[in-house]
């Protein structure tokens, strides 16, 4: 059975940084081109960073370009990402997935951004 957990998240200053983690269960991550998510109250989720399967090709969303960056560790099936120079329009609740045929979303972590 595939479970997801992210984890890592909190209430930052803006400016601050915080870097996630994702582990999962029951699927290697290591064959898949993983992502990150988020989802802000009252909006759809988002595509955030999308990283392929050696970690050889990362893509960003516009508004956390240069801000914030996705890697992976296959011998752990762990995907990370980390966020800096943090703004308040970054608060969401933060998930990944595989990206092209994603499987049951985790809990999510809270990221809350706020002086």
């Known amino acids: 059975q595939v479970q997801i957990v992210e984890s890592g998240g909190g209430l930052v200053q803006p400016g601050g940084s915080l870097r996630l983690s994702c582990a999962a269960s029951?699927?290697?991550?290591?064959?898949?081109?993983m992502s990150w998510y988020r989802q802000a109250p009252g909006k759809d989720r988002e595509l955030v960073a999308t990283?392929?399967?050696?970690?050889?090709?990362?893509t960003y969303a516009d508004s956390v370009k240069g801000r914030f960056t996705i890697s992976r560790d296959n011998t752990k099936n762990t995907v990370y990402l980390q966020m800096t120079n943090l703004k308040p329009e970054d608060t969401a609740v933060y998930y990944c997935?595989?990206?092209?045929?994603?499987?049951?979303w985790g809990q999510g972590t809270q990221v809350t951004v706020s002086s």
């Open positions: 990283i392929t399967i050696t970690g050889g090709s990362k």
């Open positions: 997935n595989r990206r092209f045929t994603p499987g049951p």
């Open positions: 029951g699927v290697a991550f290591s064959t898949y081109v």
